[in-house]
């Protein structure tokens, strides 16, 4: 129901409450029982369980528990020793525990909106004035606002004197609502912010008292609708998440694929059941990167360290790589763009052009800003450093702190004019007159307000220079304030005695002030470096259309002739036609929070991938809703903080930008470690199939396949995420949404790879178990075994070396990674223990081989490398001749374009 238009007298009686009396008891308990508590409903945490169970739904954990069934029942029938089951399950259980643990168990951003809620509310019940916990606030209550209250519940004001509350954390508005009774509504949807005769549950009361009608309390009222959409809200799923469900999709089809394959070449050539068990779990095995998803984490979680030096907290894993993908910041204005801080800008004293609030002020100057701060309610206080701190509305305070700025002590001035009478502030005047007693004698009447509401002396061509100032300067957005004086030589007794109109008569005018809440400084650099990388930034605000355009304009998001949308527009606007315009619009303005969840997910349906800003109540859905949500660490509300992905601790926008970096560059290292660990993947896929298919059997066996996927390919892995990509990372466009992990060439690269692999690993066996190699050791096909274990494990630790650098290997600097070059050395160094020392001979079934065997391997274990670093001389040739035909192109274009102009 719109409760701003009924009248006070039909609301009341829609609730059955006289205002004097309020409910009786019965109605209240009626009503708890109709309505419930006034508090939040709390969204159910995860159970463990739950989460373990969706953890173990991944394609390549299912393969995983399935080889261990395998191998278990295969050693349970053959006597076997367990290791097999029991290295496969602690490679399970290990990247199980790490998900869980990494991962944020329990959303609290409800239980952070509950806590906003006014412990406490005054309320007429049963005749009586009575303070109760704002809990049990009902409909029909009559509740009673001072200053410095929380409205405990959406109301609809009954009596109000001077009520100015504080709506910023639900509108977005920098500037307190000043509360009217009977203000005028147009036809079409009215913003919160524009509905003066409301009051909004959790906002505060900054002036004034009020008496008001509940009409919703608890998920009824509008911060209720917000903790609804942060029940409600879906979050899609990152791009990082939806990049490796498709890689493991990819493998599982793969590893079934080559299972089958395997079965039938099984059966045509009569080879036992248990034997083709035994291989398909090495395929299983082979077929599934297990250190990828741990590897990933640790590449997450190196890029949250690096983040946080950067003064970015990150709160969820996979935030850190979305931000990579970022192409649209989506941002809040008050206190994200602008410093939520209203500011003096201009002074105007009645001739020539507005003064610069900067320059240095000439008497008349300081004279009429010392005014402006008598005739303000505004105090300044010592804080506990020995600065001063400044309480009030945020007009005044704007005021004093022009005032001190200018070195003058107030307490000094209001000794000097002593207060005796104030006329105070009213929404309907618009204006508020203080009297002072006069050092000359007398007294100093001031009357401050809007221009259009100041009684000043006659003076046509002097009110018509006013006409154009004010006008001026609220075309650039600012909040324009006058102020006028009068002398009275009257005693107070005779003042006090006057119409406040005689009083509030026949002003001089003092001058005007104009007023904004500034742009970051540091806001505009950043809107251009991340126009420079691609990633296009959105104000969306509560605050007017004229305001939020020429921050806008101001910060470069658009140009004078820029388009902004409203929210009463963009209501009557079908979520159809908003996703086909949204590309047109970057400002949005006095819209609730449900347009900004529209807005976000209008640009999501384009494959963009949003960044959300924000710090109020107001933003917590849509920082749910956003693919990347990013709350401010000092100004943001706890609820804020706590529905996003990301928060800003030094509330820096050009934080975010450094955060994007980072993330591209997360991307990038995650990149290589798909090329790093899906080449030995597949090349060991393809072994199997290929060997099994020859007729040779199992030439790597299951365990020695999981030894080398998670030592000579987990353990130097594990080193990748200290990789520092190339700096031009972030002069590319965005990483697109849906692009993959093998665009570019990667695909292709890979394949090579793969190729060197299994020729390098097949040559390795043909030769160990047929030819006579080192003088004592016959040729067997355990010694193949042997030969084919250290062969493909020695090439897939030195392709870690390939995978680090675009660049030849020989281009980037060992030490530069040095622990990623220690551990590498230091695996080859493990894997040839195994065949060189009995014991772990014993323990993985391995033959012991003879020095020229290992000869052999080293020099097929470098072929990949050899192949590689190939591919990159030809990709470097080739990038060197396109470089000289693009320069002949651009020189043949500048030349034709000379001939025109000189033929001009």
């Known amino acids: 129901m719109r409760w701003f238009e009924g009248t006070p007298a039909t609301i009341l009686n829609n609730f059955q409450v006289d205002p004097a009396e309020g409910l009786t008891t019965a109605q209240v308990a009626e009503r708890h029982q109709e309505y419930g508590l006034n508090q939040f409903d709390e969204e159910k945490p995860v159970p463990l369980w739950k989460k373990i169970l969706h953890h173990l739904k991944d394609a390549a954990v299912i393969i995983l528990l399935l080889a261990v069934v395998l191998s278990l029942v295969m050693d ?27 991962e944020a168990s329990a959303e609290k951003a409800l239980a952070s909106l509950a806590k906003m809620s006014s412990p406490s509310a005054k309320v007429i019940r049963d005749g009586q004035q009575v303070e109760i916990d704002a809990t049990d606030v009902v409909p029909g209550d009559i509740i009673v606002l001072e200053t410095g209250d929380l409205v405990p519940a959406d109301a609809r004001l009954i009596e109000s004197t001077d009520l100015a509350v504080d709506e910023a954390s639900l509108t977005g508005e920098s500037e307190p609502s000043e509360k009217e009774m009977n203000p005028g509504f147009g036809e079409g949807i009215v913003p919160l912010g524009d509905q003066k005769n409301m009051v909004f549950s959790s906002c505060l009361v900054i002036s004034g008292r009020a008496r008001a009608v509940v009409v919703a309390t608890g998920m ?15 979050k899609l799923k990152t791009p990082l998440q939806n990049r490796l469900d498709k890689i493991g999709k990819t493998i599982s089809l793969i590893a079934v694929a080559a299972a089958f394959m395997l079965l039938a070449i099984g059966l045509v050539q009569g080879t036992d059941t248990w034997d083709i068990i035994f291989l398909a779990v090495a395929l299983a095995v082979a077929a599934v990167p297990e250190m990828l998803a741990l590897i990933v984490t640790l590449t997450l979680s190196h890029g949250v360290k690096q983040m946080v030096k950067k003064n970015a907290l990150i709160r969820k894993l996979p935030a850190v790589e979305t931000l990579g993908s970022t192409s649209v910041i989506c941002s809040d204005k008050t ?32 004279t009429a800003i010392e ?3 008598l005739a303000s309610n505004a105090v300044i206080k010592p804080g506990d450093d020995g600065t001063l701190e400044h309480f009030g509305n945020p007009t005044e305070t704007a005021i004093n702190r022009l005032l001190t700025s200018k070195g003058v002590d107030r307490s000094a001035l209001e000794a000097e004019y002593p207060r005796v009478w104030e006329i105070p502030f009213s929404s309907e005047r618009k204006m508020m007159t203080t009297i002072h007693e006069d050092p000359q004698g007398g007294y100093l009447v001031l009357t401050k307000g809007a221009m259009d509401r100041l009684p000043f002396m006659p003076d046509e061509a002097a009110a018509n220079e006013r006409v154009r100032v004010h006008d001026s300067l609220a075309a650039q957005a600012l909040r324009v304030l006058g102020l006028g004086r009068k002398h009275l030589d009257v005693s107070l007794a005779e003042i006090e005695a006057m119409p406040s109109e005689e009083i509030e008569s026949n002003l001089d005018f003092v001058g005007i002030i104009g007023l904004i809440d500034p742009p970051r400084p540091e806001a505009r650099d950043a809107i251009v470096r991340a126009r420079h990388a691609g990633i296009r930034t959105v104000m969306i605000t509560g605050d007017h259309a004229t ?67 924000g710090d109020g109540v107001n933003d917590a859905p849509a920082l749910k809703a956003a693919d990347v949500g990013i709350a401010m660490g000092i100004t943001g509300t706890e609820v804020s903080k706590n529905a996003s992905d990301m928060i800003l601790i030094d509330d820096n926008f050009a934080t975010i930008v450094d955060a994007v970096q980072e993330g591209r560059n997360v ?19 393809i072994i199997i199939v290929g060997a099994f298919s020859f007729g040779w059997g199992a030439i790597v066996t299951p365990v020695l396949i999981l030894l080398i996927n998670v030592l000579a390919d987990g353990i130097p892995g594990l080193r990748l995420p200290q990789e520092i990509s190339d700096s031009r990372i972030m002069k590319r466009a965005p990483i697109g949404r849906t692009e993959s992990f093998f665009d570019g060439g990667l695909l292709f690269v890979i394949g090579k790879q793969v190729l060197a692999f299994v020729a390098a690993t097949w040559t390795a ?13 016959a040729p067997s096909h355990g010694v193949g075994q042997s030969v084919a274990f250290v062969t493909l494990a020695f090439c897939a630790v030195l392709h870690i070396f390939t995978a680090r650098t675009r660049a ?9 990674n040095w622990p990623l070059t220690v551990s590498a050395f230091a695996m080859m160094a493990l894997v040839a223990s195994f065949v060189l020392l009995p014991p772990f001979r014993f323990l993985f079934d391995l033959t012991p081989i003879g020095g020229m065997h290992w000869l052999l391997i080293i020099g097929l274990g470098i072929v990949p490398t050899i192949v590689a670093e190939l591919g990159k001389l030809a990709g470097r040739i080739n990038e060197r001749r396109e470089f000289k035909n693009r320069l002949v192109r651009h020189s043949v274009l500048h030349s034709e374009h000379e001939s025109r102009e000189i033929h001009a």
């Open 220 to 234: 009824a009222t509008e911060m209720g609708k917000i903790a609804g959409y942060l029940n409600n809200t879906q």
């Open 667 to 685: 991307f990038s290292i995650i990149k290589k470690l798909i090329y790093f660990l899906i080449t030995c993947n597949f090349a060991e896929v």
């Open 547 to 613: 305001t939020a355009k020429a921050i806008a304009v101001d910060l470069g998001i658009i140009q004078d002739n820029g388009p902004v949308m409203t929210g009463a527009e963009l209501a009557e606007i079908s979520d159809d036609r908003l996703v086909e315009i949204v590309t047109d619009y970057s400002v949005y303005a006095r819209v609730s929070p449900e347009d900004k969840i529209r807005i976000v997910e209008a640009w999501q349906e384009h494959d963009e991938v949003v960044a959300m800003t």
């Open 335 to 366: 206190g994200t763009l602008t410093q939520n801080r209203m500011t003096i800008t201009r002074l105007w004293l009645g001739e020539g052009e507005p003064l610069a609030a900067e320059a240095m002020f000439t008497d008349p100057a300081r």
């Open 765 to 777: 066996y043909y030769l160990a178990a047929n030819v006579v190699i080192s003088s004592g050791v």
């Open 371 to 373: 005014q402006f701060s």
């Open 76 to 102: 349970i029938t053959q006597g076997g020793n367990f290791i097999k089951p029991g290295v496969i399950f602690f490679i399970v259980a290990m990247n199980l525990t790490l998900a869980i643990t990494q």
């Open 808 to 816: 030849s290997i020989f281009k980037k600097s060992f030490l530069d």
